[in-house]
């Protein structure tokens, strides 16, 4: 008998959503304890959350029955204050994936082109086909996105555009001149979400906050997230930067209590902690040196990056995956964006970064 419900028919056909594997699905699946498996899958931070942060939580816990603040004022000032913008400027999402949705529900339905590039983030095109909107995807170049072809894609039915810079999941970063041609160069009627996930990573991010603290581009976003350098992704919060109209639009979309009070703890203790974040940065840039050295050691190509992943081309990226995931390390197989020869890794604590490049070194043979 057929299913007697009516789904709605964009679902028809969406593919849902693969995250990086759990470690404890691994273990039991492997038949080994937690703690010998490690995951360098989801970009996730190495040395743990802030201990600031942690300290906040415990002393919000004893608050656990009282509903948060749905308008986050201490979070959201803290923030503000920071970033050199005004609370007005600022949403905060469930990890910056639900400020995409805010994006679907406030600008997408069907008939609306909703502009991407090959190899983007995997959940721009799910929110934009379940809204029903029409995906126009650019071709990449260089496994990176071609923001000029991607301006000449806009066309009068499109009202959004998305671009990852740094991309997940090639890694690249778009030269500073091109994101200023775009910036400079997107029609007012579209919405511009620059997703700037990674940007803490760099030393050289093209700023682009000036032209939010004086709203002199109404149609530019930013979404940014607590889940990577600061290492909070199990709390899940991210925030969107935008113009107060956009900002207050976005408002009417939102759960009225999507940040819970443990999330708005840690995430206001964690901008404080400029230790941690520079440890952080510090473990990055030196894994990462060691992933280029031993990769060029071992003959296999990558894609430079300056983000806490690298894409790293294996020949048969699922056999490499799996191969990689019996020697207890989880990694992230690329077939699922069009890239089976690919495997992305996120960098690791030292210890963590020479056991995967150890199993790695086993595997292909060299
Ligand atoms: C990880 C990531 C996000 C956000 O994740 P959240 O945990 O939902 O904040 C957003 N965009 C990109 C490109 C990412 O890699």
């Known amino acids: 008998m057929a299913f007697p419900i009516t789904f709605n028919p964009t679902?028809?056909?969406?593919?849902?959503?693969?995250?990086?594997?759990?470690?404890?699905?691994?273990?039991?699946?492997?038949?080994?304890?937690?703690?010998?498996?490690?995951?360098?899958?989801?970009?996730?931070?190495?040395?743990?959350?802030?201990?600031?942060?942690?300290?906040?939580?415990?002393?919000?816990?004893?608050?656990?029955?009282?509903?948060?603040?749905?308008?986050?004022?201490?979070?959201?000032?803290?923030?503000?204050?920071?970033?050199?913008?005004?609370?007005?400027?600022?949403?905060?999402?469930?990890?910056?994936?639900?400020?995409?949705?805010?994006?679907?529900?406030?600008?997408?339905?069907?008939?609306?082109?909703?502009?991407?590039?090959?190899?983007?983030?995997?959940?721009?095109?799910?929110?934009?086909?379940?809204?029903g909107a029409n995906l126009i995807t650019v071709p990449a170049r260089a496994y990176g996105h071609d923001l000029r072809a991607m301006l000449r894609a806009i066309t009068p039915a499109t009202r959004v555009v998305f671009v990852a810079n740094p991309n997940n999941p090639t890694g690249t970063v778009a030269p500073r001149e091109q994101v200023v041609e775009l910036v400079n160069g997107v029609p007012d009627h579209v919405l511009l979400v620059m997703d700037e996930a990674y940007i803490e990573f760099l030393d050289d991010a093209v700023d682009l906050l000036p032209l939010l603290r004086n709203n002199v581009r109404p149609n530019l976003v930013l979404m940014r997230t607590f889940s990577?350098?600061?290492?909070?992704?199990?709390?899940?919060?991210?925030?969107?930067?935008?113009?107060?109209?956009?900002?207050?639009?976005?408002?009417?979309?939102?759960?009225?209590?999507?940040?819970?009070?443990?999330?708005?703890?840690?995430?206001?203790?964690a901008l404080d902690d400029r230790e941690h974040l520079q440890r952080t940065r510090h473990n990055n840039r030196e894994g990462l040196a060691l992933f280029e050295k031993t990769l060029r050691e071992l003959g296999l190509e990558f894609v430079p990056t300056p983000t806490n992943f690298i894409m790293i081309k294996v020949g048969d990226g699922q056999r490499v995956f799996g191969e990689l995931q019996k020697r207890g390390v989880i990694v992230r197989p690329m077939g699922g964006y069009q890239l089976p020869e690919f495997i992305?890794?996120?960098?690791?604590?030292?210890?963590?970064?020479?056991?995967?490049?150890?199993?790695?070194?086993?595997?292909?043979?060299?």
């Open 228 to 269: 990577k350098i600061y290492g909070l992704a199990g709390f899940r919060c991210g925030y969107g930067i935008g113009h107060p109209e956009v900002i207050k639009t976005w408002e009417k979309v939102r759960q009225p209590f999507n940040i819970n009070s443990l999330a708005q703890a840690a995430a206001h203790a």
């Open 11 to 131: 679902l028809a056909t969406l593919p849902v959503y693969q995250p990086g594997r759990p470690i404890e699905e691994v273990a039991r699946e492997l038949g080994i304890p937690a703690a010998d498996v490690i995951k360098l899958a989801s970009n996730e931070n190495p040395l743990g959350p802030s201990p600031l942060a942690l300290a906040a939580v415990q002393k919000m816990l004893p608050q656990a029955h009282l509903y948060p603040d749905g308008n986050a004022f201490h979070l959201k000032q803290k923030l503000a204050d920071q970033l050199g913008v005004t609370p007005s400027h600022l949403i905060l999402g469930n990890g910056s994936n639900e400020i995409i949705e805010f994006v679907g529900h406030s600008v997408m339905a069907p008939g609306v082109d909703v502009v991407v590039s090959q190899y983007c983030f995997a959940i721009y095109p799910i929110i934009a086909r379940m809204a």
């Open 344 to 366: 992305r890794i996120s960098i690791g604590t030292p210890a963590e970064n020479r056991r995967c490049l150890d199993a790695l070194r086993a595997i292909v043979g060299k």
